[in-house]
């Protein structure tokens, strides 16, 4: 189970406070094992170099300059025993991997952007991670055919309706498609 988290955006919020939420994110995932879902919209993107921490979380896991080294010690310390466990050595190096693949396999961002207008389209040139590193689910409107063909099952079993061919029927699948614009 997964934990959604999402940041508040105020005027005074900057990538310093970017750069805090996420690394309160990455401490759940990393060091806790704890599953999150990051639930970032385009409305949040108060400066674009957000998208560039964005793009580096997505293409490898990892935000540069994200910790300063003390704290990446502390991370190291906290995560030795989970990552012997798991068969990594103890050397700093190994101890940051472990953190960071903890961080892939646990936490998870879903991005809502608006695909209208030219903003989606400039930043996914300017940020490719947005594209290459995710999956898009587009939602469109759905077709006629299938507004009616599901209306069909639904209705399928009230009684109340009348005959598959009746007028009662046929106006209530027909009114489906409307009902929904």
Known sequence: ECQVMSI???TTYMMADLKADLQRMCHKAGVRGEGVVFLFTDGQI?????????????????VADLYPTEDKDGIRNTVRMAAKSEGYSENP???????????????????????????LRARARKFPALVTCTVI???QPWPEDALLSVADRKL???????????????GAVAFFPYSFS
């Open 137 to 139: 689910d587009w939602f």
């Open 93 to 119: 190096e190994q101890l940051w991997q472990f953190f960071i693949h903890r961080i892939k396999r646990n936490l998870h961002m879903s991005l809502c952007f608006s695909p209208v207008g030219e903003a």
């Open 8 to 10: 508040v955006i105020s």
């Open 156 to 170: 399928h079993h009230i009684d109340v309706l009348g005959d598959a061919q009746g007028a009662v029927r046929t």
């Open 46 to 62: 108060t400066e674009e170099r957000f998208l560039v921490a964005i793009n580096d979380l997505l293409s490898s896991g990892e």
